[in-house]
Structures are given as C-alpha cells and as structure tokens.
C-alpha cells in the first residue's frame, strides 16, 4: 500500500470515530448570511436575523458560531421570539469537532451554551442545551475580511428552538443566573403557574446557599411549591435531602439523557448513598431519586417525581422544576395512586377505582404491602381494553397485583440467587385466591439485571421499582398481569424455565401446532427440573430422547402431556371434574388419566421471616403412573390455551426401545465411513 493510500485510510479511520462524516468541515465562498437566506428551512430564523442589528452586525464584522433552529422547530415554539437570536449565536468559531463542554452565546450576560455527547446509531450526537444538532447539515464555514483581519463563520443546524432564562420585565437586567440566584429571583422569570418559595427557603434556612452558587457543571432539581403538601412535608427537606436534589459534574438535558441510568448526588457518602434517574413516559419526564443507604434517619427506596418544567439553562448548569421533593416518604401506597391525577401509573388507579374500590381500601390498611402496578401504557393493550369489560375478571386481575409483605428488588433478586443454586422455586402469594408471583432475573449483556414478574401467565419486567411509601413498595410493571397475550407457543419459546421442554418440542414440528388459535390447549409442560430429575431416575431414556435420532419417541412423549379439547382446563376445573377420582382427558397420544388433589399452603402470610425462603408447598399435585406429581406453576394463561408447569416428566422407562435395526441405523453413517477408509487403503 502506498503512502498516500495509507494516509488516506487514518484519516478515514480518525473521521469515523468522531462520528461526523457526514459533517465535513468545508469553508465556502458562500457568506453566512447568504447560505441562511437562500435555505428555505430557515426562513423563520432568518427573519429574527434580519430583525436584530447585532446580529447583523456580527455577521458582517465578527467571529461566529450559529445555531439555526429549522421551520419545524419554530413551528412547535410557541412562546415570544424577542431577544431570541442572540442566544444562537457565539462569538466563539467552532466546529463540531473543537466544541467543548460549553461555549459562551452572544445573549446579554454571556450565558452559556451547554453541549452533549452522546452516542448514536450513526455514530456521534451532539446536543446543544436540549436541541439535537442534525449533523450531515451543519459544519459549514465561510470567511469574511474586516480591516485586513479574517473572520471565520460556522453554521450549525439544530431541530429545536434554545430557550434562555428571561426577566419578566426590561427592569430585571440578569440574564445569566447561577442557580440560586435563579431561585432568588424566581418571581421574576418566567415560570408559568409555578413557585419555588419553599424550597428556597429550606435551603436558606438549612445555609445551603452555596452549593446552587458554585461554579462547574450541576443538575438541579428544584421542586414546586405544590408538592409540599401535606403540611410537615417541608420540615423534611433537611440538608441531606437538599443535596440529594443537586447532580454534580453533569448537566443533564431531559432528551440527551438516557432513561435509568443512575447519577450520584451531593447526598453520596460513606453514611448516605443517594442517586438519581430519568425515565422517559410518553410526552412526561419522571425523575426519582434512590436512597440506597442512609444512617441519617432517611427512608430507604425511590421516590418519584414529574418534571413539570424541564430544561432551564443557568450559569452553573440546568435546573428541573419537579412536581414534589425526592427522597421525602411521607405518603402510603394508597395515597401515591391517587396524588397525581395524570400520574405514571394513573390509568391503573382509575381501574381500581372503578371496579375495585374494596381493593384500595384494603391496601391502605395493610402495614406492609407491595403492588406491582401496570403502567398507563400497559392498561392500552387492546387486550386488556377488552377485559375491562368483564367486572368479575377485573376485580381478580386487580387481586393478583399486590402481595401482603414487603418485598424491595434486593429481597427479590437474592430470593432468586438461593432458589436457583438449590433448584427450587417457589411463588408468593397474591390477594387473588390460589394465586401466585414468579421472578426471574435476567442478565442482560451489559451487565444490567432484569428483574421479571409473573402471574396469570403473563411475564412482566420491573420498569421502576422500590418507590417507597410508608406502608409498603411499589413496583412499576410493563404488562397488565393475568391477561394473556403470548400463544402456548410463544410462551414455551420465551419462559426459561420450560428451556428443554421447547427444545424437544421442535423436533419432527411437534411445536407448531401449538401456535394455533383455533384450537385450546392443556399443556403440563415439565420444566427443566423436571428433566433434570428424568436423568436421575431413568438415565438410559433421558439421555436418548435429547438425541436426534431417537426424535419419533421424544414426539410420542409430549403428546402425551398435550390435551386437545374445545376449552383449555384450569386446575380448578380439572379437580371438579374429578370428584377425588380418575379424570379421563383427550391427550394426542392415547388417553391421559390423572388424579387431582390440593396441598394446602401451610404458612403464615404474617408469621413468615422477613428472609425466609418458603417451604415446599403446592396448591396442587397430579397423579399419573402411581406417583403424585407436583404442580409448579397452575394456570399460565395463553391466548390459546393454558401451561401446567409441572415437576416431573409423564415418563416410563420402557418408553424409549433400542432396536437392533435402530442401533445398526443410527451407526451406519460411521460403518460406511471406516469401510471407504479401507477401500482407499
């Protein structure tokens, strides 16, 4: 490879790094002022050009930097567009390349411009404040020469509108607060309906002035003057909890940062650990704070609040205007529901409301009680629009949301850990009769755990956890529990605890019939317990039906487990059909006879150790072939059917016979081999 070919790739290579290809810098013969006038999706921000003499004026004699907002993001602005321009400008030349954590606008005081990193699916993006820089049309740079002297001009795209700071009034000359002095002055600004007295009376009171004066780079949390209600509210926010609303050595932009990724706050020591996420909801942005240790008399678990203003831009960073304090726990499951009439999870509360008003009352009075509560976007499955309509299955679905103890994420992922390493799992008892919860955890490839809930048949994933109340946690989910919406199939295909039972299945298509929705399954699926214990009692049988070759008898043996009928049988209903004697069931291989009893729950709800794993108790086993086989899981609904997960394999040692034939055929394909060996020799 030649020089120049070799210098050509590092140059690429270096480029693609930066994630600006696209971005060229290319200086032009074109003037700033014409490239803005003659590109049509700038023709709101030209007019605010045309319309300031400083800005012209910068444009003919200085140094710049632009940043142009298009046509949409004008269109989507509806505030006042005075004094505007100015704060897209610097009169610092950057290019993408050479921004750096800030650059100084041309806005009266000199505010500044803050700029995120982050990365993208087409490699770099870069933020300015909350706007995104479109990058494949930004970078362009042109000369101008004043007096002998050269000026560089560069132009930069963005698809929002930059907000600064604003005095209500001409009188009010500050147009580059720090944080405090932007609390200090907060009647002054525009703020809409919103206050901020009381907590910048804490902070005085508390002498916490200068942590919103110092300089550098914060996130400032500053909740309204409505969220400090009821009345002892406010002699909480002590100085510990004043730091846990200030973010260090980051100014977090609501767009550019990513949901759930935790930041450490001021209040993050040896003795109080505290951080702070975003999560991101439809059109809301929720922030919550996590008191993870604290030996200063604080409660532990999340505590969660809207952003009700986002995005104000001060000397020191951004400030976030939120609907109440964090890390205050001052209000009980119930009242959390109800605080927030458009809240994270108020379509669940009007569910409840309206079809289960004995249910919250019974939640306010429990001492200790986790809900697992569905987010507004799960309560708009069609699915679940559907069962609404049927108050009986409602007011079930609702019981099989909250347990009777509390139960954090910690308690649940080291449940998890001990009952995987001694193989068994058991569920927790739900206010829904014979009811129960699953968990599993899941380790995603970045390390994050995952944690998942099921019930009814339907796998949940924790999206928000541990939001404390007095009384008890709770824990947002992603689906409506209870409500089927996976096929037998799908369900088999994404439980990994049926792992061997799905693997098996795909041999000879065994599976594909179970994604049929004309039809209603009863499957007692082993799960992979199950086969693991086969391989103990018949190693010679187990071990053949995991080979290829012996697929025939492997699809015989499930469909033994299969029943195919006009309805899909509920454990319930199979112990009423029995009547304590033989249930005949039409299974795909032959007939299933089975046997149905209860095993009653033998533990205290409210005499259980905070700790304790639970004893092996089922609400059901079958009999099948003389032995009584435990339930593990009754009832996963599926769209189609239903899953019994079960503890043991319906298996016979004599189900799996080798034949001379069969041996001969399963070795022929290595005869053949060391006979044309021969041959050749």
């Known amino acids: 490879m030649s020089s120049t070919s070799c210098l050509f790739t590092v140059i690429l290579l270096i480029t693609a790094t930066t994630g600006i290809i696209a971005a060229t810098s290319v200086t ?6 014409a490239k803005i006038r003659d590109d049509s999706d700038l023709s709101e921000f030209y007019h605010l050009l045309e319309a300031s003499h400083v800005a012209n004026t910068t444009l003919t004699y200085r140094h710049v930097t632009v940043f142009a907002p298009t046509n949409r993001a004008f269109q989507k602005y509806n505030k006042t567009k005075k004094n505007l321009v100015l704060y897209h400008m610097s009169n610092l030349p950057k290019t993408l390349e050479n921004l750096g954590d800030s650059i100084s606008s041309d806005l009266e005081g000199n505010p500044p411009l803050w700029v995120t990193r982050r990365p993208g699916t087409d490699g770099e993006d870069i933020y300015i404040n909350n706007a995104k820089v479109i990058i494949n049309r930004s970078n362009f740079q042109s000369k101008v020469t004043v007096d002998g002297d050269i000026k560089t001009q560069v132009l930069h795209i963005i698809n929002e509108v930059l907000e600064p700071v604003r005095p209500n009034s001409a009188e009010m000359p500050i147009y580059n607060p720090n944080a405090f002095e932007f609390l200090n002055q907060s009647e002054n600004f525009d703020l809409g309906v919103h206050r901020v007295r009381t907590f910048r009376q804490r902070i005085v009171k508390e002498k916490k002035e200068e942590v919103f004066k110092a300089d550098g780079r914060y996130t400032f949390l500053i909740p309204v003057e409505e969220g400090f209600k009821p009345t002892p509210r406010p002699e909480k926010v002590d100085r510990v909890v004043i730091d846990g609303h200030v973010i260090p050595n980051h100014v977090l932009f609501t767009t550019p940062t990513p949901d759930k990724i935790p930041y450490e706050t001021l209040a993050f020591s040896d003795n109080v650990k505290v951080t702070v ?13 996590d008191t993870m240790v604290d030996n200063s008399g604080h409660s532990t678990g999340v505590v969660m609040a809207e952003i009700v203003k986002a995005n104000i831009p001060v000397k020191n960073g951004v400030v976030h205007l939120i609907q109440r304090p964090l890390m205050v726990v001052d209000t009980t499951v119930k009242d959390f529901l109800e605080e927030k009439e458009d809240g994270p999870v108020y379509k669940f509360y009007e569910t409840i409301r309206d079809f289960g008003e004995e249910i919250m009352g019974t939640i306010s009075h429990l001492r200790d009680v986790t809900l697992f509560a569905p987010s507004n976007a799960a309560l708009e499955e069609p699915g679940v629009q559907q069962i609404l309509q049927d108050k009986k299955r409602v007011k079930e679905i609702l019981n099989l949301h909250y347990v009777r103890e509390r139960l954090p994420l910690d308690k649940i992922k080291n449940k998890t850990v001990i009952q995987k390493s001694s193989g068994k799992s058991h569920g927790v008892s739900t206010a829904a009769d014979r009811k129960k919860l699953y968990f599993n955890v899941v380790q995603e490839p970045s390390g994050n755990q995952i944690v998942t809930v099921e019930g009814g048949g339907v796998n949940a994933t924790v999206v928000t956890a541990n939001i404390a109340a007095t009384n008890g946690l709770i824990h947002i989910i992603d689906r409506v529990l209870g409500v089927p919406y996976t096929t037998v199939l799908d369900k088999l295909k994404t439980d990994p605890m049926l792992n061997s039972t799905y693997f098996l299945g795909q041999r000879r298509s065994f599976n594909d019939q179970l994604n049929d929705t004309t039809k209603r399954f009863t499957y007692f699926a ?13 190693p010679s049988t187990t071990k053949k039906l995991f080979m290829p070759d012996f697929s025939y008898h492997t699809k015989q043996i499930l469909e033994r487990h299969l029943v195919v009928a006009d309805e899909a049988y509920t454990m319930a209903k199979l112990k009423e ?16 006879k089975l046997r149905i009893r209860e095993h009653p729950e033998s533990v205290d709800v409210k005499k259980r150790d905070e700790n304790a794993i639970l004893p092996e108790t089922f609400d059901y086993q079958i009999e099948w072939g003389g032995k009584w086989i435990s339930v593990f899981r009754p009832d996963v609904e599926c769209t189609n059917g239903i899953i019994h997960v079960i503890d043991e394999v ?12 069969a041996s001969i055929t399963s070795l022929a394909p290595h005869l053949i081999m060391i006979l044309v060996a021969k041959w050749l020799l």
Do not use: C
């Not at 975003?278 to 919550?288: G, I, L």
């Not at 029995?578 to 795909?588: C, E, G, K, R, Y």
């Open 28 to 33: 032009s013969t074109q003037t700033m002022d």
């Open 650 to 661: 319906f298996l016979k040692d004599s189900d799996v016979r080798v034949t001379g034939t």
């Open 577 to 592: 059909m029995a009547h304590n004697d033989t249930i005949i069931l039409p299974a795909a291989r032959d007939s299933l």
């Open 277 to 289: 996420s975003f999560r991101k909801e439809n059109d809301k942005v929720y922030v919550q704070s």
């Open 526 to 538: 082993p799960r992979n317990y199950a086969w693991s214990r086969a391989e103990v009692h018949y």
